[in-house]
């Protein structure tokens, strides 16, 4: 028998893993509230950032429209205050100053910080020297990219940066911004110079982070909403099946008066009401089944014992035909062995049949006792010897020098043990030379007995039709040891009385081997058998 065992790490997850996984399999509408709300979280992070990016996008595009219409205008004022411009006379150092300081003091009026650079050469740099900047400010808060565009082109540009600065109190700040580049040409030595202005986005970075916030707290609001509507939905179609699942699991434990409670006209009542009905014919028909079996084991008993006192009038009568069989023509005298040999079964047949009826009836009990199963295969198979040795098979026990008890009724174990050694002696193949072999063996919780045979064997699905009432293999062959065919069946009940196995292997041509298993104390739980149901001489196909 094959034990199959959990993986070591199984066994490792924690107790409150396992009853989460155990609720998961169970609950249906944990599944279903559970999946509902993960798909549709999915599908609002999805909208979520898609709104997010356009929003963002929205606000970045409409700020550089402003910053660049802004830039260009300060750039067009610039270029005309330079043109009207005489203070300064041909000094250029003078005239960048001048320009620079009003465009840095007109700056810190309207939130923009302000660097003047040149003159503008190719490759030329902020960190060359020659600058002048809004206080504070860091020149590398202009991006080199943007620089290197004025090395070929003049054109007003623009790019995303990080905006590094200083406040007043000396703590270092940093904001994401947008600066825009664009050049004028310097009347005092006529040279072009670049000016940056650097916009800051900290009103779009509020403004993008509310709508965040906005459609963080909508979208847990919505699964929140989600789930309780998922869960109130489910609940609805759960709690009738549920209801159906409690009520059927009454039917199975015989409570066959249970219905379910029918409201309503949808599908689940009329699903309702279809289980009533198949409950109501399933309980007519078992009643039914239930009083047919009654009426049989009635008949079988009182038929039983019945023919007890007719067949003692004909016991009487047959004994003294069969005493006197020596003075009958040889023809009578045959048929006086006959009628004796057929009334000795018949006297089996109807002392199996009341078997039978106790069993069916409930009324078998059992007269416990410690047995010794290695004593009971010897007595079997000594009783059996003359069978066996008019069928020319010979039978053998394999049993260990120590006893293997087992709390049981003797005489039921012995009666097991002896229709499975007349079974393999009515089929064993008398022109093999192996004997029959009864292994006995046992271990702390339980105790076996196998009854091995060499003869025709069992075909393909006969291992679980053997036990059935009056069942034969092959129809035609005749019982050497003037069995009843109830033999076996009478053994499994036996066996199931005792809380045991009683269990059968064969393939054709190489025999069969039963196999009985016992508990070694009462009420015992079998969870293995200490003998193999496959013989050990067997090779089993591989699949």
Same mark, same amino acid.
């Given at each position: 028998?094959?034990?199959?065992?959990?993986?070591?790490?199984?066994?490792?997850?924690?107790?409150?893993?396992?009853?989460?996984?155990?609720?998961?399999? =169970?609950?249906?509408?944990?599944?279903?509230?559970?999946?509902?709300?993960?798909?549709?979280?999915?599908?609002?992070?999805?909208?979520?950032? $898609?709104?997010?990016?356009?929003?963002?996008?929205? @606000?970045?595009?409409? =700020?550089?429209?402003?910053?660049?219409?802004?830039?260009?205008?300060?750039?067009?004022?610039?270029?005309?205050? @330079?043109?009207?411009?005489?203070?300064?006379?041909?000094?250029?150092?003078?005239?960048?100053?001048?320009?620079?300081?009003?465009?840095?003091?007109?700056?810190?009026?309207?939130?923009?910080?302000?660097?003047?650079?040149?003159?503008? $050469?190719?490759?030329?740099?902020?960190?060359?020297?020659?600058?002048?900047?809004?206080?504070?400010?860091? &020149?590398?808060?202009?991006? &080199?990219?943007?620089?290197?565009?004025?090395?070929?082109?003049?054109?007003?540009?623009? &790019?995303?940066?990080?905006?590094?600065? *200083? *406040?007043?109190?000396?703590?270092?700040?940093?904001?994401?911004?947008?600066?825009?580049?664009?050049?004028?040409?310097?009347?005092?030595?006529? #040279?072009?110079?670049?000016?940056?202005?650097?916009?800051? $986005?900290?009103? #779009?970075?509020?403004?993008?982070?509310?709508?965040?916030?906005?459609?963080?707290?909508?979208?847990?609001?919505?699964?929140?909403?989600?789930?309780?509507?998922?869960?109130?939905?489910?609940?609805?179609?759960? *709690?009738?099946?549920? %209801?159906?699942?409690?009520?059927?699991?009454?039917?199975?434990?015989?409570?066959?008066?249970?219905?379910?409670?029918?409201?309503?006209?949808?599908?689940?009542?009329?699903?309702?009401?279809?289980?009533?009905?198949?409950?109501?014919?399933?309980?007519?028909?078992?009643? #039914? @089944?239930?009083?047919?079996? =009654?009426?049989?084991?009635?008949? /079988?008993?009182?038929?039983?014992?019945?023919?007890? !006192?007719?067949?003692? !009038? /004909?016991? %009487?009568?047959?004994?003294?035909?069969?005493?006197?069989?020596?003075?009958?023509?040889?023809?009578?005298?045959?048929?006086?062995?006959?009628?004796? *040999?057929?009334?000795?079964?018949?006297? !089996?047949?109807?002392?199996?049949?009341?078997?039978?009826?106790?069993?069916?009836?409930?009324?078998?009990?059992?007269?416990?006792?410690?047995?010794?199963?290695?004593?009971?295969?010897?007595?079997? /198979?000594?009783? &059996?010897?003359?069978?066996?040795?008019?069928?020319?098979?010979?039978?053998?026990?394999?049993?260990?020098?120590?006893?293997?008890?087992?709390?049981?009724?003797?005489?039921?174990?012995?009666?097991?043990?002896?229709? @499975?050694?007349?079974?393999?002696?009515?089929?064993?193949?008398?022109?093999?030379?192996?004997?029959?072999?009864?292994?006995?063996?046992?271990?702390?919780?339980?105790?076996?007995?196998?009854?091995?045979?060499?003869?025709?064997?069992?075909?393909?699905?006969?291992?679980?039709?053997?036990?059935?009432?009056?069942?034969?293999?092959?129809?035609?062959?005749?019982?050497?040891?003037?069995?009843?065919?109830?033999?076996?069946?009478?053994?499994?009940?036996?066996?199931?009385?005792?809380?045991?196995?009683?269990?059968?292997?064969?393939?054709?041509?190489?025999?069969?081997?039963? =196999?009985?298993?016992?508990?070694?104390?009462?009420?015992?739980? $079998?969870?293995?058998?200490?003998?193999?149901?496959?013989?050990?001489?067997?090779?089993?196909?591989?699949?």
């Amino acid at each position: 028998m094959l034990h199959l065992r959990s993986p070591a790490g199984s066994r490792k997850l924690p107790e409150s893993v396992r009853r989460g996984l155990t609720f998961w399999r =169970r609950s249906i509408q944990a599944r279903v509230v559970i999946s509902t709300v993960l798909l549709s979280a999915a599908v609002i992070s999805v909208v979520g950032w $898609l709104l997010v990016q356009q929003t963002r996008d929205g @606000l970045l595009q409409h =700020r550089t429209d402003a910053v660049v219409a802004e830039a260009n205008d300060e750039t067009t004022g610039a270029r005309e205050l @330079l043109a009207t411009s005489v203070d300064t006379g041909n000094d250029p150092v003078q005239q960048q100053r001048s320009l620079a300081g009003i465009i840095i003091q007109r700056g810190e009026t309207r939130g923009f910080s302000v660097v003047l650079v040149g003159p503008a $050469l190719p490759g030329g740099r902020i960190s060359d020297g020659g600058v002048n900047f809004t206080q504070g400010l860091d &020149t590398s808060s202009v991006p &080199t990219s943007l620089e290197e565009h004025f090395d070929s082109s003049s054109e007003t540009a623009w &790019t995303y940066t990080t905006i590094r600065r *200083t *406040t007043t109190d000396g703590t270092p700040v940093q904001e994401p911004g947008i600066v825009v580049g664009s050049q004028v040409l310097l009347p005092a030595d006529g #040279q072009s110079y670049t000016l940056y202005y650097l916009f800051p $986005l900290d009103e #779009q970075e509020e403004t993008l982070a509310l709508v965040t916030r906005a459609l963080l707290t909508a979208a847990v609001l919505l699964l929140v909403m989600v789930a309780g509507v998922s869960w109130v939905v489910t609940r609805q179609v759960v *709690t009738p099946i549920r %209801m159906a699942r409690r009520v059927a699991e009454r039917l199975a434990a015989g409570q066959l008066q249970e219905r379910l409670k029918v409201s309503g006209e949808d599908d689940l009542a009329r699903l309702a009401t279809s289980f009533n009905q198949m409950a109501s014919n399933l309980q007519r028909q078992i009643r #039914q @089944l239930e009083e047919l079996s =009654r009426v049989q084991r009635r008949f /079988v008993s009182d038929v039983s014992h019945e023919l007890r !006192t007719p067949l003692t !009038t /004909v016991r %009487m009568a047959s004994d003294v035909l069969h005493d006197a069989r020596s003075e009958f023509d040889p023809v009578t005298a045959r048929a006086a062995e006959l009628l004796q *040999t057929e009334l000795d079964r018949f006297e !089996t047949l109807l002392a199996d049949l009341l078997e039978i009826s106790r069993f069916d009836a409930g009324a078998a009990v059992l007269e416990l006792d410690d047995v010794n199963l290695v004593d009971v295969a010897h007595r079997i /198979v000594d009783a &059996t010897g003359p069978l066996a040795a008019q069928r020319g098979v010979q039978v053998v026990v394999d049993a260990p020098d120590q006893p293997c008890l087992a709390q049981a009724d003797v005489r039921r174990v012995e009666r097991i043990v002896r229709n @499975l050694v007349t079974n393999a002696i009515d089929h064993a193949a008398a022109d093999r030379p192996d004997p029959i072999v009864v292994h006995v063996a046992g271990d702390e919780q339980a105790a076996a007995i196998a009854v091995r045979d060499h003869g025709v064997g069992l075909a393909p699905g006969e291992a679980s039709m053997v036990f059935n009432r009056f069942w034969r293999a092959d129809p035609a062959r005749a019982r050497t040891s003037g069995g009843t065919g109830l033999g076996l069946s009478i053994a499994l009940e036996d066996t199931h009385l005792h809380g045991g196995w009683l269990q059968a292997w064969g393939r054709p041509g190489e025999g069969a081997q039963f =196999r009985l298993t016992l508990p070694r104390r009462a009420g015992g739980v $079998l969870r293995h058998s200490p003998l193999p149901l496959v013989p050990g001489d067997v090779t089993e196909p591989v699949s």
